[in-house]
């Protein structure tokens, strides 16, 4: 633990005393989270951190805003994509030219080649 605490005396402090992480430090301390048998608890303490910052810190990461570098023995994480939704048919019109839309005992009749928008807005009036 000793060199640990030489380095932690070199992470710069703020006025209030506090330690001021750098961007590349938060980064390599999250990546050491994601070697095998690494906990974050482990890295935390290894840090002399609380392990909800540690856990703040790889929620950034997840969210794209920390930038992680890579360290010998982390794994990658198995992707799955999916395969995309159907699209929607669109309906085909009706052979009078008109939608209609019905709420209850009220019936909206629009022309067919009324807007996605427009009828949008009426199907929203309609249920406030």
């Known amino acids: 633990m ?3 605490s030489e380095f932690l005396a070199m992470v710069p402090r703020r006025a209030d005393g506090k330690r001021n992480w750098p961007s590349e430090l938060k980064a390599r301390i999250v990546a050491e989270t994601l070697i095998e ?12 951190l609380i392990p909800s910052t540690v ?3 790889r ?5 794209g805003k920390l930038v992680l570098p890579n360290l010998d ?3 990658f994480v198995r992707v799955e994509i999916e ?10 019109a009706t052979s009078s030219g008109t939608i209609d839309v ?18 949008a807005e009426i199907a929203r009036a309609l249920v406030t």
């Open 55 to 57: 856990s703040d810190w």
């Open 83 to 92: 395969a995309p939704a159907p699209e929607a048919q669109p309906l085909a």
């Open 102 to 119: 019905i709420k209850g005992d009220v019936t909206v009749r629009l022309d067919a080649a009324a807007t996605a928008t427009r009828i």
């Open 37 to 48: 048998g690494e906990t974050v608890k482990a890295v935390a303490k290894r840090y002399e």
């Open 73 to 75: 023995g982390m794994d």
């Open 2 to 4: 000793g060199a640990t």
């Open 59 to 63: 929620r950034l990461a997840r969210q």
